[in-house]
Antibody, heavy 118, light 107 residues
Framework: EVQLVESGGGLVKPGGSLRLSCVVS????????AGWVRQAPGKGLEWIGR??????????EYAAPVKGRLSISRDDSRNTLYLQMDSLTTEDTAVYYC?????????WGQGTLVTVSP | EIVLTQSPGTLSLSPGERATLSCRTS???????FGWYQQKRGQAPRLLIH???HRATGIPDRFGGGGSGTDFTLTISRLEPEDFAVYYC?????????FGQGTKIEI
């Protein structure tokens, strides 16, 4: 069974930083791309970005609203995906989901809530 | 950026009825790069359809996808009580990947 488990969410002040983690099991993580999607309260899904596999040079792609502030990395030895979030604003308040798959986001984590508030 | 527009915003139906959801993309996309997700309240999204018409593992055959170019549809042949949820379309062939704003199916 494929499982993705996020952690690291919480309350942070505007301008602060947070790092989210996502541990993947039951799937060939080291040969797959992986990414993050967020969902603000009561809103739809917003793609944040993704990272390709080591074989593809671990290239990253980001959505325009987060480029330069959020960065995605991976540690294949730990089957873990990361999202480093800097210079956070109240607009970044959301549930953050990690995902991976063969086609698109075939598999999702349960989500972790990030609240940015003074 | 490719913009996805879903219609209608809300669909009011009864169990046993047929649901047809639409998604229009702002430019033509390849059929391999289009999918649909279902999200129930308080849960993570679940992949239903990838490659426009291919059901993901474990998805019942009452869910069907189709379309090409800029117009795509998700059809649920006979609604079950567990199908009342929000549905999102997505394109994943062009970066940035993008989602539609969602269609809610309610009783």
């Amino acid at each position: 069974e494929v499982q993705l488990v996020e952690s690291g969410g919480g309350l942070v002040k505007p301008g602060g930083s947070l790092r989210l983690s996502c541990v993947v099991s039951g799937f060939s993580f080291n040969s797959a791309w992986a990414g993050w999607v967020r969902q603000a309260p009561g809103k739809g899904l917003e793609w944040i970005g993704r990272i390709r596999s080591r074989a593809e040079g671990e290239a990253t792609e980001y959505a325009a609203p987060v480029k330069g502030r959020l960065s995605i990395s991976r540690d294949d030895s730990r089957n873990t995906l990361y999202l480093q979030m800097d210079s956070l604003t109240t607009e970044d308040t959301a549930v953050y989901y990690c995902g991976t798959g063969i086609n698109t986001f075939d598999f999702w984590g349960q989500g972790t809530l990030v609240t940015v508030s003074p | 950026e490719i913009v996805l527009t879903q219609s209608p915003g809300t669909l009011s139906l009864s169990p046993g009825e047929r649901a047809t959801l639409s998604c229009r993309t702002s430019q033509s996309i390849e059929t391999w790069s289009f999918g649909w997700y279902q999200q129930k309240r308080g849960q993570a999204p679940r992949l239903l359809i990838h490659g426009t018409s291919h059901r993901a593992t474990g998805i019942p055959d009452r869910f069907g996808g189709g379309g090409s170019g800029t117009d795509f549809t998700l059809t649920i042949s006979r609604l079950e009580p567990e199908d009342f949820a929000v549905y999102y379309c997505q394109q994943y062939g062009n970066s940035p990947w993008t989602f539609g704003q969602g269609t809610k199916i309610e009783i």
